[in-house]
């Protein structure tokens, strides 16, 4: 079902931006102008549908409190429980008794492929954290997030071979979960193949749901920090920057309050020739305030 909720969310971008194209059309030929603006629109209509019935299409697969394959050849429901399993919530196309259900399994991903730990694959990282955020929990999209990050930087940032074989600075394929203490904590350490390519995701992770720095729309951002709880010293900062933002270089500081709240400052240039924005602002950690770039 992730694939059904996959298209839907698709079609809805599509649809979206054919719609921004269509009030957008610039020609010298009026005419022309019109007829290109008519086609777009007819485009984002059937976006539109198409979103529509996969959206209809996914919500059909929901059975017993879960989203399940259908075995078309066994005739019947699978019972498996799998953590993109949760990608109709990160896609959007679900209802609000159906993410209230999932909620748990938001906090406390189930396994993947019946044997790999939630956050090991990074697609699967990147549904779980976002699935979290879509159902309106920063704190544990942040958590989330922050164990991915931790464990992959950790890698990232070595000076030498670690005892897994990992070459320092090299993304891998994916993480294998190793039991870590007395009272048997998961950690992530180095797995797969080398170079794989989900060097970004971290970052994405970072700036979108840790420091929470979201798109809404032209000229704006959303702005809600969740600092996770293992960082949450009092004055600690954390900051990034200069963060390319469309036309607008962001600098981004989110400094510690306390274990409930932050004092946050943002800058944003667009030129060198023009005055720099600046923001401060102090909130509870998940509270949002969008940011009107011009």
Not at 42 to 60: F, L, N, R, V
Request: glycine content about 8%; proline content about 4%; aromatic content about 10%.
């Amino acid at each position: 079902m992730d694939l059904q909720a996959s298209v839907a969310s698709s079609a809805e971008i599509l649809a979206r931006w054919a719609t921004l194209l269509a009030g957008n059309v610039e020609n010298v030929d009026v005419q022309a102008s019109a007829q290109q603006a008519r086609e777009l629109a007819q485009d984002a209509a059937w976006w539109q549908k198409i979103a529509a019935d996969y959206a209809e299409k996914t919500s059909m697969m929901w059975r017993n409190g879960w989203f399940r394959d259908y075995d078309a050849m066994a005739r019947e429901w699978s019972t498996q429980q799998d953590a993109m399993h949760l990608a109709p919530v990160f896609r959007g196309v679900v209802g609000r008794d159906q993410v209230e259900q999932l909620r748990p399994y938001l906090a406390q991903p189930p396994l993947h492929s019946s044997g790999w730990a939630p956050l090991s694959w990074p697609p699967v990282v990147m549904t779980l954290v976002g699935a979290a955020a879509a159902a309106h929990m920063p704190v544990d999209a942040a958590e989330l997030a922050f164990r991915y990050i931790d464990g992959s930087y950790r890698s990232a940032d070595r000076r030498e071979m670690d005892e897994y074989g990992g070459l320092p600075g090299v993304t891998r394929e994916y993480r294998r979960s190793v039991t870590m203490g007395k009272w048997g904590e998961i950690a992530y350490v180095n797995a797969g193949i080398e170079g794989y390519g989900w060097g970004a995701l971290s970052v994405l992770l970072l700036i979108r749901y840790v420091l929470g720095l979201r798109e809404e729309e032209k000229g704006a951002l959303t702005v809600a920090p969740v600092i996770p709880q293992a960082l949450r010293r009092k004055g600690a900062s954390y900051t990034i920057g200069p963060v390319q933002w469309g036309i607008y270089a962001l600098n981004v500081e989110c400094i510690v309050r306390d274990t409930d709240g932050f004092k946050m400052r943002l800058s944003c240039l667009i030129n060198e020739s023009q005055p720099r924005q600046q923001w401060e602002w102090e909130g509870e950690w998940g509270e949002e305030r969008k940011i009107q770039l011009a």
